[in-house]
């Protein structure tokens, strides 16, 4: 059973932002010799990691509102210099633009259901080519 987390895309306004982050994290991990991805590091490991892998994505939240994901590739305990133990979530170099959903604040991950995330945004078919505050607008009154 494939299972999703969504997580607050924390210092980033826009999805360009997002973009910009992954694609700099990207060229750093090919500049090393690996293959491109980014890497997000995260207190708590989640204990789904198979049902994660299993096709699973990280859904991002931007400004309250679901706007995006990247594909789950790994997760990988590490601990760091201070003694804590963390977990890598280690992501797709691709950031795939999703329905708008909105989501009120909260702290560290949420499981997410594939029946309760946002589609691509390239199955939206033509509400797809609509200006992103006309579908934030539409979003927000329940109508996308």
Do not use: N
């Amino acid at each position: 059973m494939v299972l999703h987390l969504l997580k607050l895309c924390v210092g980033a306004d826009t999805i360009e932002d997002l973009r910009d982050w992954v694609s700099r994290r990207s060229m750093a991990a090919m500049a090393a010799g690996f293959e491109p991805h980014s890497i997000h590091t995260t207190r708590m490991i989640p204990k789904q990691a198979e049902a994660l892998l299993d096709g699973g994505s990280l859904y991002w939240v931007i400004k309250g509102q679901v706007q995006a994901r990247q594909k789950l590739l790994d997760l990988r305990s590490v601990t760091g210099a201070d003694g804590i133990t963390r977990c890598e979530l280690l992501l797709g170099p691709e950031v795939i633009e999703t329905a708008l959903q909105p989501r009120r604040p909260f702290q560290g991950w949420r499981y997410l259901k594939p029946e309760d995330a946002p589609v691509d945004l390239s199955s939206m078919g033509d509400a797809a080519d609509l200006p992103d505050h006309l579908r934030r607008e539409l979003s927000d009154l329940g109508l996308l």
